[in-house]
């Protein structure tokens, strides 16, 4: 006896919903958002033509798990929000450090104002009436005091400045962490070209915060046509994953950020290097990979790498940034590959 039309309209319903859900679903520290929709929809079938539910075993298959189905969309909405919560959170508290940080250096700065204010005011005073010897010496005290509060008011304003900058990498790699599946490159496991992107805007801000400056290498793997021509393209993943595993290797800070840029190029950031350490650390790596011997069923290969690497001027946008990386990549291959060439200055802005 077939369901009444009213009960197909509800499955129907039913099974829209589920699908609708893992659509939208966000991105999860354990599970990515494409996971989530092909479960949903896997329990969007098991509702409306009775397939095997997620996880049946074999038990479900032609009968309808509602309460297995009830179960896994409880648990999913609980560790979305729960994960919402802490993300909601780390805003807040990032949020209320910027104002309670920008409070304190008001009042500190409107305490230091009043007393050069003051120390101004008897200067004036002793103009009138006191003698030349009176007078040089309250104008050197005056100037005395005058840099020791902008001293002072630099100082807070710096450590402020790291306290947020330091809460906003926290954020930075909660939220990483959070869409680290949907951002990671299914061959060389680094992140991906999105990631990248995304990655250079905030690496751009937060140099922007701190002294230390910032460093963009692309690397390239020379003559990697060859490799695919001569060898098989299975060849040409196992050089991109030794590859991908030397810079790992190589860039293990806490800040450095590698991702396959695109075909056989990856790109690396680093935070708080000179231009000395940021040239070792590519040398290090065109040594290292330079030593590697890639096998590959009974082969061995050989590669090597050029780099161009740049390091942030202040005040320089990504995309700029990026560009004279690339024009020293360039300048790497065409002065013979297999070397590390480091950029020039940035060019001045238009005023």
Known sequence: MKPDASLDDVLDALAAVLRDYGRFAFDLSRQDARRTAALFDQWSQHVVAGVEAPGGAGKTAGKRDYPGLRRAFRQHREAEQSEMTQVQDSL???????????????SEDAADDAK????????????????????????????????????????????????????LDALGSQLETARRDSTTDALT???NRRAFDEQLVRTVELAGLRTGGAALLLVDIDHFKKVNDGHGHPAGDAVLVAVAQACVRVFKGKGDFVARYGGEELAVLLREVDEAQMTALAEKLRGQVEALEVRHQEKRLKVTISIG??????????????????????????????????AGAALPRAA
């Open 116 to 167: 050069v204010t003051a120390t101004l005011s008897q200067l004036a005073f002793k103009l009138g009436k006191s003698s030349p010897v009176e007078i040089r010496s309250v104008a050197l005290e005056a100037v005395a005091q005058v840099q020791a509060v902008f001293e002072a008011r630099r100082a807070r304003q710096q450590t402020q400045m790291q306290s947020l900058a330091e809460k």
């Open 309 to 342: 690497a740049a390091r942030w001027a202040r005040g320089e946008s990504g995309a700029a940034w990026l560009e004279r990386a690339d024009k020293a990549l360039y300048a790497a291959k065409h002065q013979g590959r297999n070397r590390v060439t480091v």
């Open 92 to 106: 807040r508290e990032v949020v209320w450090a910027f104002v309670g940080g920008l409070n304190r250096l008001v």
């Open 189 to 191: 496991q680094l992140y």
